[in-house]
């Protein structure tokens, strides 16, 4: 039980924390990196699982990202809520490296995409930029009044 794994030094409860820790960070970081992808189109979601509905509507169902990765994102959801609420809960080695492992691609995914879309914005930037600067230039001058204003003494 939980308790359990929380008061006895014992290494299987060492072991199921480290798990049950890393599981917790692969989640994180897979929740973090959808984060960053929707907030390039300023979307922002406070709950999890909006956030996962949007970041599957937005890229995924419209086949922007892969779909494989919609597996990734509720496998380590699921896990992340198991290991935090099941106070029965426990996984194998072999499932933790399947988790990191997971979010390893995921992340690749996300820093691939990220990297595409900030060149994207970049330009996008810097060709608003220029063309705003080639505006000023374009135009005549205008001509400006100065209004003197009598010295106060």
């Known amino acids: 039980m939980r308790p359990d794994r929380c008061f006895h030094p014992r290494k299987s409860c060492f072991l199921t924390e480290i798990n049950a820790t890393a599981c917790n960070r692969c989640y994180y970081a897979v929740f973090h990196a959808m984060r960053a992808v929707l907030a390039l189109d300023d979307i922002e979601e406070h709950r999890h699982s909006h956030l996962i509905s949007e970041f599957r509507r937005n890229y995924l169902k419209t086949n922007i990202l892969d779909r494989s990765l919609s597996e990734i994102i509720g496998s380590s959801f699921q896990v992340r809520n198991e290991s935090d609420h099941d106070d029965m809960w426990s996984i194998s080695a072999e499932d933790v490296a399947e988790q990191i492992d997971n979010a390893q691609i995921f992340l690749s995914s996300i820093e691939g995409y990220i990297r595409t879309r900030g060149v994207e914005l970049y330009n996008k930037i810097c060709s608003k930029s220029l063309k705003a600067v080639s505006s000023i230039f374009a135009s005549p001058p205008q001509r400006i009044s100065v209004i ?6």
């Open 148 to 153: 003197k204003m009598p010295y106060l003494y």
